[in-house]
């Protein structure tokens, strides 16, 4: 009875972890190809938009600029709403140290300190509700453009973890690596 429950054992979890693998594979190819598709719906409509990551509650969400300059959720298609992962999957965005980041910086010409200093008076808080959604990270450009980006998908438990790097230079196809 060991022997069998050892067997069937491994037998479940092998095909467990590969279902796992092909779920969370979509959900990259899925993320990639809906970026692909707003960087088209972008230029075709000549509208500026964002992909704004919550990396805390393991969500992303197309964001569409509107007339009055503010950042509002891109209701064209479903493919573009909020969309949340599983708790197994983690998301982790790094713009730091790319080309765009590299040529010039507020900070070398000392207009601005580190700390970016700004004075409190006359400040007011106001209800959470009533506070604008935050910018997104990620610029999709009408220009076909893109801001560059890599963007880890991360699965974890307590068994194994493994990820899946998207990342973009400056235009799209964006690109897929893993898992790693």
């Known amino acids: 009875m060991a022997l069998i429950g050892l067997i069937m054992s491994t037998v479940s979890y ?30 075709i409509n000549q509208q500026e938009l964002g992909l704004l990551i919550d ?4 969500s992303y969400e197309y964001l569409t600029l509107n007339e009055e300059n503010e950042w509002e959720p891109l209701l064209a298609h479903k493919y573009f709403e909020l ?14 140290g790319l080309a765009w980041q590299e040529d010039g910086s507020l900070f ?33 450009l009408s220009s076909g453009e893109i801001t560059p980006f890599e963007l880890k ?14 990342s973009a230079k400056d235009t799209i196809p964006l690109e897929r690596e893993g898992p790693l």
């Open 55 to 58: 990396e805390e509650k393991r």
């Open 108 to 140: 070398d010409s000392r207009i601005f300190d580190e700390q970016l200093s700004v004075s409190e008076e006359g400040v007011e808080i106001g209800n959470e509700e009533d506070l604008p959604p935050p910018p997104p990270q990620i610029m999709i």
């Open 14 to 43: 092998t095909v467990f972890s590969s279902n796992i693998e092909e779920d969370i594979e979509k959900e990259v190819q899925r993320l990639q190809v809906v970026t692909s598709l707003a960087s088209d719906y972008a230029v």
């Open 83 to 96: 969309r949340e992962l599983p708790e197994s999957l983690f998301l982790e965005l790094n713009l730091d």
């Open 153 to 166: 998908l991360k699965y974890s438990d307590d068994d194994d973890e493994f990820y899946y790097l998207l």
